[in-house]
């Protein structure tokens, strides 16, 4: 079958989750023997990223797909979104600036609708996937016998209040609840990307859902034990945000704050969040590794992993990929969100709870081993129900008759 995906999601380098997620897709559904075109939104480029986007990487997407097409906003895109929320806000003093709802159309570039009018019509496309509910309206643009679909990412609909009541910035996309539901209802199919948020999308769109989780090769590798007198490494690998900066400022506290952390611990930090740290006064206690090629690489220095992240919605990948690459992890509720575990060091309440089961790690009342299998045993499970997942969605007969429901 013939498939479009929509992205205004770069797919390369794949520093980030989201960009990790559509790569997974667009190679999964493409293996199954289905054509793949691949619509990329360059909204970055619109931002003024150049220098994020090259021409490397557009041959990198190309490389992955059978046709590649590209819309590229004007240089003011990104000031023109502003002034439709501006606009609205003068008329509407109830809008908070600092926490906007958008509307569900403020991020569509009515060249999107052009190009897939066009995609349609010239490669006979049976089933359209959009990524992210901010291009819902490319949708209305391919015809009724497409089968059109949401991967959502994440919850959009009330982010922003969610941000404000935990005093985190908002710099991404929010909309009302109602706004969300009218995206949603665009599509015939919506995907939610963890099975907590089945009963939410399917009552918001009114639509059948489809969880499709995150694929990644489980590995296991050999863990040297965790012996007398040497530091526990512990690691930290994170994408940079508004979410992450927060998570990192818990951390650093933490670890200023409580000698047996840094007596006992050198942390590792890595990825683009490397940046909100100049430099380590000491590297015994932090080391900073910055940018890293291969997440596993990274893996293979640590003992152990932390992803205390309080708030977000969505999956959070690196939780993921930390239990796929064999890696014990501690983390909080919210990072294992989507991840069906029993064990309460996948579910802390806190970044303290987080570093109170490192401090057990540390006086071996936790053994690093037990957390290395019950992370083994959940990686199974997840992988296992991921890959039924976007087995369904790379099946476009069975995508039609669930949608038909």
Same mark, same amino acid.
């Given at each position: 079958?013939?498939?479009?995906?929509?992205?205004?999601?770069?797919?390369?380098?794949?520093?980030?989750?989201?960009?990790?997620?559509?790569?997974?897709?667009?190679?999964?559904?493409?293996?199954?023997?289905?054509?793949?075109? &691949?619509?990329?939104?360059?909204?970055?480029?619109?931002?003024?990223?150049?220098?994020?986007?090259?021409?490397?990487?557009?041959?990198?997407?190309?490389?992955?797909?059978?046709?590649?097409?590209?819309?590229?906003?004007?240089?003011?895109?990104?000031?023109?979104?502003?002034?439709?929320?501006?606009?609205?806000?003068?008329?509407?003093?109830?809008?908070?600036?600092?926490?906007?709802?958008?509307?569900?159309?403020?991020?569509?570039?009515?060249?999107?609708?052009?190009?897939?009018?066009?995609?349609?019509?010239?490669?006979?496309?049976?089933?359209?996937?959009?990524?992210?509910?901010?291009?819902?309206?490319?949708?209305?643009?391919?015809?009724?016998?497409?089968?059109?679909?949401?991967?959502?990412?994440?919850?959009?609909?009330?982010?922003?209040?969610?941000?404000?009541?935990?005093?985190?910035?908002?710099?991404?996309?929010?909309?009302?609840?109602?706004?969300?539901?009218?995206?949603?209802?665009?599509?015939?199919?919506?995907?939610?990307?963890?099975?907590?948020?089945?009963?939410?999308?399917?009552?918001?769109?009114?639509?059948?859902?489809?969880?499709?989780?995150?694929?990644?090769?489980?590995?296991?590798?050999?863990?040297?034990?965790?012996?007398?007198?040497?530091? &526990?490494?512990?690691?930290?690998?994170?994408?940079?945000?508004?979410?992450?900066?927060?998570?990192?400022?818990?951390?650093?506290?933490?670890?200023?704050?409580?000698?047996?952390?840094?007596?006992?611990?050198?942390?590792?930090?890595?990825?683009?969040?490397?940046?909100?740290?100049?430099?380590?006064?000491?590297?015994?206690?932090?080391?900073?590794?910055?940018?890293?090629?291969?997440?596993?690489?990274?893996?293979?220095?640590?003992?152990?992993?932390?992803?205390?992240?309080?708030?977000?919605?969505?999956?959070?990948?690196?939780?993921?990929?930390?239990?796929?690459?064999?890696?014990?992890?501690?983390?909080?509720?919210?990072?294992?969100?989507?991840?069906?575990?029993?064990?309460?060091?996948?579910?802390?309440?806190?970044?303290?709870?987080?570093?109170?089961?490192?401090?057990?790690?540390?006086?071996?009342?936790?053994? &690093?081993?037990?957390?290395?299998?019950?992370?083994?045993?959940?990686?199974?499970?997840?992988?296992?129900?991921?890959?039924?997942?976007?087995?369904?969605?790379?099946?476009?007969?069975?995508?039609?008759?669930?949608?038909?429901?």
């Amino acid at each position: 079958m013939n498939y479009l995906i929509l992205t205004p999601i770069t797919l390369f380098p794949t520093i980030a989750g989201n960009r990790q997620r559509i790569l997974n897709v667009v190679r999964h559904i493409r293996a199954a023997g289905n054509t793949v075109s &691949l619509l990329f939104f360059a909204q970055d480029i619109g931002a003024g990223l150049e220098g994020i986007i090259n021409n490397n990487h557009i041959d990198e997407m190309k490389a992955e797909v059978d046709h590649f097409f590209m819309v590229v906003p004007d240089d003011d895109f990104p000031q023109q979104c502003c002034e439709k929320l501006a606009l609205r806000s003068r008329s509407d003093p109830t809008i908070d600036l600092q926490y906007p709802d958008w509307d569900i159309d403020d991020w569509y570039d009515e060249k999107i609708s052009d190009a897939v009018s066009h995609i349609c019509r010239t490669h006979a496309i049976d089933v359209m996937v959009v990524n992210y509910i901010w291009m819902s309206k490319a949708l209305l643009s391919a015809p009724h016998t497409t089968l059109k679909i949401i991967d959502t990412h994440d919850r959009m609909g009330g982010r922003s209040a969610l941000l404000k009541s935990h005093g985190i910035p908002s710099s991404h996309f929010s909309v009302s609840l109602a706004d969300e539901s009218r995206a949603l209802q665009r599509a015939d199919l919506v995907l939610p990307i963890q099975y907590e948020e089945e009963e939410y999308y399917a009552a918001s769109s009114g639509k059948p859902v489809l969880t499709v989780g995150f694929d990644v090769p489980l590995t296991q590798r050999p863990h040297a034990p965790y012996p007398d007198g040497r530091r &526990l490494k512990v690691g930290f690998l994170s994408h940079r945000n508004n979410l992450n900066e927060r998570c990192l400022k818990e951390i650093i506290h933490n670890l200023q704050t409580r000698p047996k952390l840094s007596q006992n611990i050198q942390f590792h930090l890595a990825g683009a969040i490397s940046q909100c740290i100049a430099t380590s006064s000491d590297e015994n206690i932090l080391k900073i590794l910055g940018g890293v090629a291969r997440p596993e690489d990274f893996y293979a220095q640590v003992d152990v992993v932390v992803n205390p992240i309080p708030v977000g919605t969505g999956l959070k990948i690196k939780t993921v990929e930390a239990l796929c690459n064999d890696v014990p992890i501690i983390c909080t509720r919210e990072a294992s969100a989507g991840i069906k575990t029993p064990w309460p060091f996948h579910r802390c309440e806190s970044t303290e709870q987080v570093f109170d089961y490192i401090e057990q790690i540390i006086d071996r009342t936790l053994p &690093l081993d037990d957390v290395i299998q019950a992370g083994r045993d959940v990686a199974a499970h997840y992988v296992k129900e991921a890959r039924e997942g976007l087995d369904t969605l790379a099946n476009g007969e069975q995508l039609r008759r669930i949608a038909q429901k």
